[in-house]
């Protein structure tokens, strides 16, 4: 037990005495006269970004369930290149680079591990994260590539309703670019984080991507450079 006889440091605990005469001063203390308080932890917002990419791919894997090797009403060639497509992860996307963070990092390997799984007539499967959450400006993505039986089906299937869990709204259809194909984007609420998704599908892949803290006019601009960056022919 501490002697209450002898005085204690203003702000100190009780129990600390004051040096003898001479003696170092003692350790300040958060509080005391002089000594600022310590400022919060901030907040990190990586639990929230996983729930909401976990509801975004979930339409991927149920969309997705619908590749399949359909010749009907398609050329050869169509179903030809539709076989030699591949979705790769470069080291950067949209001016942004791939963020290695072990959270983000395992997190996107699992949704490209998940897709794979769900889509065993998947050719290839992609999930990774670009950007950085504390700068606003993180970029997620995830696809798979095969042939689609009905890429306009699979397109409607991710967009209509709230179908990504997203809720999202201003659904507009989009340019997709010289590789073809169809392509949508929207606003929506990622759990009070405002952000744009896309997405797109083609004969040989369905990909989609989210721009947290953006829209979905800011998302759709990247469209055509992330498709040439992830999309390829083998």
Do not use: H
């Amino acid at each position: 037990m501490s002697d209450p006889s002898q005085p204690q440091y203003p702000g100190a605990p009780a129990g600390q005495p004051v040096p003898p005469a001479g003696a170092a001063p003692g350790p300040a203390y958060a509080g005391q006269p002089g000594v600022p308080m310590a400022p919060p932890p901030k907040k990190s917002k990586a639990g929230r970004i996983i729930l909401i990419v976990l509801a975004a791919v979930l339409v991927l894997c149920l969309g997705g369930a619908a590749v399949t090797f359909f010749l009907v009403r398609d050329t050869v060639g169509e179903v030809i290149e539709a076989t030699q497509t591949r979705l790769v992860t470069p080291d950067t996307l949209a001016g942004r680079e791939l963020n290695t963070d072990p959270t983000f990092q395992g997190l996107a390997e699992e949704v490209a591990t998940g897709l794979a799984a769900d889509v065993p007539e998947s050719t290839s499967s992609i999930g990774a994260f670009y950007g950085d959450i504390e700068q606003e400006n993180l970029v997620m993505i995830a696809g798979v590539s095969g042939v689609m039986a009905d890429p306009d089906q699979e397109l409607a299937d991710a967009t209509e309703g709230d179908a990504t869990g997203l809720g999202m709204t201003n659904v507009t259809d989009v340019d997709a670019g010289p590789k073809g194909g169809s392509a949508r984007c929207g606003d929506a609420d990622l759990e009070g984080i405002p952000g744009g998704v896309c997405v797109w599908a083609s004969r040989g892949a369905l990909v989609m991507y989210v721009f947290y803290f953006s829209t979905g006019e800011e998302a759709a601009g990247s469209l055509v450079e992330i498709r040439d960056a992830v999309e390829q022919t083998s």
